[in-house]
């Protein structure tokens, strides 16, 4: 008879990674867990490659720097092997269908990841595709980055549920993983945004019918001070992410109240943690004095991406 962690494993094997939804918050949970465990390993310095032999098909349609070194750097590090193909460079540039594209390459390879803009590329990829499909962002959701940022939480404050967060900025694809994340993990969120940029209505429905499972609170206001009252974690993104720089200006208008900034932080806990998901653009979503102070951990995160992103791969394929 299998125990419940082993139950998890065995129900995870051959799964989609393409957003937090489609996951229990058991399954989240372990994801997490197993993110942690790898981290272990690797600074024990302790090979462990239960990939030994598979390969990964890294499709970029957009630039990367953690993306794509995390990835790369994961599949090598639990056995496997990592394949980088440009969006330009495969035959969808020239116009192959994504159906044909997923049938051709689940022949060769044993996971497919693929970083892109629209959220039903993945959808259809995974619809033509054998093996599993990872999201390593689009539009609508960045999952994988959502999985290590509350890995990195529970590692700075030990729990997760409970715990408050205040994410302020853009109604992105970010926010929309960190929604669906707190909503599986038990986590109060509340998220500030100027009118016209708040989180899709449909990910917001999503999200407060997961909530409803676990007792998460998860809010959208317009004032930041408001979002950032007693928060444990203060959390934001560039105000512009990419396919969206054409608006640069005109969302620098709109987001000027919103900098997190030393005198906004004032409101949140003492022993807050500042979370940022990385390019950032210092001085406009963020301070200086913030995002390099006391209280950032941005840089665990990003070193996060690597095992919680092992831990897909290593459950998955």
């Not at 890294?58 to 750097?73: C, D, G, L």
């Not at 540039?93 to 996971?111: F, K």
């Not at 619809?127 to 939480?153: E, K, M, S």
């Not at 998860?218 to 054409?246: C, H, L, N, Q």
Request: negative net charge; charged residues 25%.
């Amino acid at each position: 008879m299998l125990n419940v962690k082993e139950e998890l494993a065995l129900n995870l094997k051959g799964r989609d990674f393409i957003a937090l939804v489609d996951y229990t918050p058991e399954e989240v949970r372990y994801l997490i867990d197993l993110a942690i465990d790898l981290k272990k390993k690797q600074k024990a310095g302790e090979i462990y490659h239960p990939l030994k032999g598979k390969t990964l098909g890294m499709i970029f349609e957009k630039s990367s720097t953690r993306t794509r070194v995390s990835f790369e750097v994961g599949i090598y590090q639990l056995g496997g092997q990592g394949l980088f193909l440009s969006g330009n460079d495969l035959q969808i540039g020239r116009g192959e269908t994504i159906w044909d594209t997923a049938q051709t390459l689940s022949r060769y390879l044993d996971g497919i990841m693929i970083r892109t803009y629209a959220h039903r590329t993945v959808i259809e990829l995974a619809r033509g595709a054998t093996v599993p499909v990872i999201n390593g962002l689009t539009d609508t959701n960045h999952p994988c980055q959502a999985l290590c940022d509350y890995q990195t939480i529970l590692e700075h404050k030990g729990r997760l549920e409970g715990l408050k967060m205040a994410y302020v900025g853009d109604g992105n694809n970010m926010v929309h993983s960190l929604m669906m994340g707190a909503a599986k993990l038990g986590v109060n969120l509340s998220v500030a945004t100027p009118e016209g940029y708040e989180p899709s209505a449909d990910i917001i429905r999503q999200t407060e019918e997961a909530a409803a499972e676990t007792g998460a609170k998860i809010g959208v206001y317009r004032d930041p001070k408001e979002a950032i009252a007693d928060a444990d974690v203060v959390y934001t993104d560039v105000w512009a992410s990419m396919g969206f720089e054409s608006e640069q200006k005109e969302r620098e208008l709109a987001f000027a109240n919103y900098q997190v900034n030393e005198e906004l932080t004032k409101y949140a806990k003492k022993d807050f943690l500042f979370m940022h998901c990385l390019p950032a653009h210092r001085g406009e979503e963020v301070s200086e004095g913030v995002i390099d102070g006391p209280h950032s951990i941005i840089f665990d995160q990003a070193e996060n991406r690597l095992h919680a992103q092992k831990a897909i791969m290593a459950a998955i394929m």
